[in-house]
């Protein structure tokens, strides 16, 4: 393997290392971060996501509360809900779990949640200010991204990059951050032609496509930056792999993610972060 590793992992214990450490200083201020959590209560995927949140934001000593979401929760007890946290003031972040059960309107449910607790920064308010270029809440996945690239001191100033996705969680903030770190961003997607080609000439390549292993070794200009933010599972294989084939793009790119231990990790430090930084305003 010829890559350097981007270790998720190891960043995330720095970042909650340093994140007790505020929280406890804000304790003494009388002042504990609390993260609420709406998921849905039937998604076994959501539900363990939301788990590992609540374990690493308790292990920094945090509060909060969960609140399952089910097929009987009407659109109007959940805009309600948000409108009970947002008013809150012990409340100083609240994530609402992608995705909601079907019967629920999700983009309803974000424009109820106030831009000031939005720690997850997917709400149209924050990802507004994103786009021009205000302070608020980012986005955790692309966030923690972020975040990976400068601790390890990788200046993508007029890099080539190219984001495979363009979620409104993942792929279109990714592409947002890079391009405010000066790079020259392409988003490519499902309907993009030639995406092979398109991706040999990135010198930062982001795989947020939610297909195991697409993106292969032959794909990837050598010495490039991969950040893969895949979680899939393949059928009859233990663990998660990411959209990226990493036993052959390790052998070309320069730097590289692995999954599991690279984006998630740094996904929910990243929330956790954002939910300290609201709880800190307060007291400003
Ligand atoms: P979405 O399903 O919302 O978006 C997937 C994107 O990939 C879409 O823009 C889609 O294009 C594009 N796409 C699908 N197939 C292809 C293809 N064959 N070629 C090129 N582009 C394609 O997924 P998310 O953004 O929510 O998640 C992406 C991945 O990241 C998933 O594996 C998910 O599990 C993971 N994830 C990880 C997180 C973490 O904390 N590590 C957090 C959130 C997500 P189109 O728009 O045209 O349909």
Known sequence: MSSQIL???????IVREQLAIRVAALAEKG????????????DPASLSYVRMKRNWAAKAG???DSYEINENTSQQELIDKIGELNSNPLVHGI????????????????MALGAEKDVDG???????????DLPGFRCATPLGMMKLLEHHGINIQGKRAVVIGRSVIVGKPAALMLLQK?????????????????????DVLVAAVGRAEMVKGDWIKPGAIVIDAGYNKI?????DVGDVEFATASEVAGWI?????????MTVASLLSNAVDSAEATLA
């Open 95 to 110: 994530l609402l779990q992608h995705p909601l059960p079907k019967h629920l309107d999700e983009n309803e449910a974000l």
């Open 257 to 265: 993610t692995p999954v599991p231990g690279g984006v998630g990790p």
């Open 235 to 239: 059928e009859g294989r233990k663990g």
């Open 62 to 64: 945090m509060a909060g």
């Open 7 to 13: 270790d998720g992992l190891a960043l995330s214990k």
């Open 122 to 132: 997917i709400t149209p308010q924050s990802l507004g200010r994103l786009v021009a």
């Open 31 to 42: 002042v504990i971060p609390r993260l609420d959590v709406l998921v849905a209560a039937q």
């Open 182 to 202: 000066h790079a020259t961003v392409t988003i490519a997607h499902s309907r993009t032609e030639n995406l092979a080609d398109l991706c040999r000439e990135a």
